[in-house]
């Protein structure tokens, strides 16, 4: 039974490395964002309640005998902590995060919706400004490496770091060898 948990930046590749750590393992992959957004066209528009993010995410977790979470529980998601055998934290270098979120944003949205004067502009260019703001953010209330750090460093459980931009497999099998499962 595995119990993973990968967290890192907006673009880092928390979700396909959760997704491919799932796979090999043959458990359920869950990611933070569906219990932290409400389902809204077009997403990631408002917040869900954080009673009910966690009650989502615990009947989510106990329907599954083994699964990998992708995303940050940051400010939210400490009741689960208990919960991971290992997190797996990824960190990149800024430039090919953002690189990979404006990709993102127009697969998402379509190329003339997210540049300049297109309906979706002003909301990508935010979310790229805050996604920037990752590596020297001093809020931590909000998803910053700051508050990372401290986070990983008060976790019971093992942790892991990945921070190359290295191929999915390659990161899959770190995981794996960490769980003892490669």
Same mark, same amino acid.
């Given at each position: 039974?595995?119990?993973?948990?990968?967290?890192?930046?907006?673009?880092?590749?928390?979700?396909?490395?959760?997704?491919?750590?799932?796979?090999?393992?043959?458990?359920?992959?869950?990611?933070?964002?569906? +219990?932290?957004?409400?389902?809204?066209?077009?997403?990631?528009?408002?917040?869900?309640?954080?009673?009910?993010?966690?009650?989502?995410?615990?009947?989510?977790?106990?329907?599954?005998?083994?699964? *990998?979470?992708?995303?940050?529980?940051?400010?939210?998601?400490?009741?689960?902590?208990?919960? +991971?055998?290992?997190? *797996?934290?990824?960190?990149?270098?800024?430039?090919?995060?953002?690189? &990979?979120?404006?990709?993102?944003?127009? =697969?998402?949205?379509?190329?003339?919706?997210?540049? %300049?004067?297109?309906? &979706?502009?002003?909301?990508?260019?935010?979310?790229?400004?805050?996604?920037?703001?990752?590596?020297?953010?001093?809020?931590?209330?909000?998803?910053?490496?700051?508050?990372?750090? =401290?986070?990983?460093?008060?976790? %019971?459980?093992? *942790?892991?770091?990945?921070?190359?931009?290295?191929?999915?497999?390659?990161?899959?099998?770190? *995981?794996?060898?960490?769980?003892?499962?490669?």
């Amino acid at each position: 039974m595995a119990r993973v948990h990968v967290v890192g930046a907006s673009g880092s590749g928390t979700t396909t490395l959760g997704r491919a750590v799932a796979a090999r393992l043959d458990a359920a992959h869950l990611d933070t964002d569906d +219990f932290f957004w409400l389902p809204t066209d077009p997403p990631f528009q408002k917040i869900r309640e954080r009673p009910e993010r966690q009650a989502l995410l615990g009947a989510a977790l106990a329907r599954h005998a083994a699964w *990998v979470l992708s995303g940050s529980l940051c400010g939210w998601g400490d009741l689960f902590i208990a919960r +991971f055998e290992l997190v *797996v934290f990824v960190w990149l270098a800024p430039e090919i995060r953002l690189a &990979r979120l404006r990709e993102r944003e127009r =697969q998402r949205y379509g190329a003339a919706a997210i540049a %300049p004067g297109g309906w &979706r502009h002003q909301e990508a260019e935010s979310f790229l400004a805050w996604a920037a703001s990752y590596d020297e953010g001093v809020d931590v209330e909000e998803r910053c490496l700051r508050l990372h750090e =401290q986070w990983l460093a008060a976790l %019971p459980c093992p *942790v892991i770091r990945i921070t190359d931009d290295g191929a999915v497999d390659a990161h899959t099998e770190i *995981v794996l060898r960490a769980l003892g499962a490669g």
